[in-house]
């Protein structure tokens, strides 16, 4: 990495399982930043194994940097741990920091998050969240421990509003519905740039393997696999303008993990390839490539794809390889409808 080549005796501190990594506080372990600032490990495995978050103390101020545990309104994955370990991640080790410490997580997921707390809970504290989130395009740092104990449905596993929703009464039992439930359905936006002046262009939803597999074989069709898009580079999040291309690319790629194994639908409402000046027709249903074999002529527009954003979907894919491929259901969606490459 070039900034560390430049600093080649300054230690590296993180999770062991992190390639830079020099040195691994074990669990409440402190050391200092400069002389003022106190800085707490707090090992949560779940997300990963060896994910850490890392509370400060400098006189009054606290603040906790949750990276992939705690978000404002949610939490990570279980990608290697289990909903055991996420409970005692955050309803222990996070729940018993003080009140007032300012929560700084890994990735700005806050009003993803709202959309589906109130899916499980109608509350002020949730309103109040919606409504900044809403008005505001950063949330870290502006809430607190003590805030999350109000709205993040992951740390009130004891509330019966979402006991009832969830049919489970057991923290654990609760804890695995709640992410199960967040899992299985997705709702994104596409939009023609990462411009303030970008066009909504389309809406897809992002469904997980069990949902799919419940499908109706009429409706299986009307869906499409991403593994090819996301093993090919083809599936990008372009670089928002405000934040360092390394960073994007590596949350990028992370997302992918979980991209890969949905299946889409997805709309378009606005033909803006066309030159149309407003959204004109009936949206039309858009379908992806499955294979390499598939993209024929369109292989060009997926290199002027690349130029414009100025991505190389090779140097993507090479970052992919290690996500496992996940199996796919034969009844997903008719490969000859393409999707849009721009």
């Known amino acids: 990495m070039p900034v560390l ?29 400069g002389s003022g ?46 909903a055991e370990e996420m409970d005692a991640a955050l309803n222990k080790t ?3 920091l003080p009140d007032d410490t300012k929560v700084y997580p890994g990735h700005e997921y806050t009003k993803a998050n709202v959309k589906f707390i109130e899916t499980v809970l109608q509350t002020e504290p949730v309103q109040k969240l919606k409504a900044f989130a809403t008005s505001n395009r950063e949330t870290q740092g502006k809430f607190t421990i003590g805030d999350e104990k109000q709205y993040n449905v992951f740390m009130k596993l004891d509330d019966p509003a979402i006991q009832k929703a969830t049919g489970k009464s057991d923290p654990v039992s609760v804890m695995a519905k709640l992410r199960e439930m967040k899992n299985n359905v997705r709702q994104c936006l596409i939009y023609d740039s990462p411009k303030e002046n970008a066009r909504l262009i389309g809406i897809e939803y992002m469904i997980s393997p069990r949902l799919y597999n419940d ?42 993990e979980d991209v890969i194994s949905l299946y889409g639908k997805t709309y378009h409402l606005w033909q803006v390839d ?19 074999t598939q993209l024929g002529e369109c292989k060009k527009k997926w290199e002027d794809r690349d130029g ?27 490969s000859y409808l393409v999707t849009d490459t721009s």
């Open 94 to 96: 996070l729940a018993a």
């Open 274 to 292: 066309r030159g149309d000046i407003v959204p004109m027709g009936a949206p039309e249903l858009m379908m992806s490539f499955t294979e390499e």
């Open 215 to 256: 499908l109706p074989t009429s409706e299986r069709k009307l869906w499409h696999s991403h593994k090819f898009e996301v093993k090919s580079g083809m599936l990008i999040m372009p670089t928002p303008t405000t934040v360092p291309r390394a960073i994007w690319e590596h949350a990028e790629t992370k997302e992918m």
């Open 5 to 33: 080549s430049q600093f080649k005796d300054l230690p590296v501190i993180g999770g062991k399982d992190c390639q830079v990594v020099t040195q691994t506080p074990a669990n409440g372990e402190t050391f200092k930043i």
């Open 308 to 334: 414009r954003f100025a991505v190389e979907s090779e140097a993507k894919a090479d970052k992919r390889r290690y996500i496992k491929e996940p199996e796919i259901h034969p009844g997903n969606g008719p």
């Open 37 to 82: 600032i106190t800085v707490t490990a707090l090992h949560t495995p779940c997300h990963t194994q060896d994910s850490i978050c890392y509370f400060l103390e400098d006189g009054n101020d606290r603040a906790v940097f949750t990276g992939d545990t705690l978000f404002i309104g949610g939490c990570g994955r279980f990608f290697e741990g289990t």
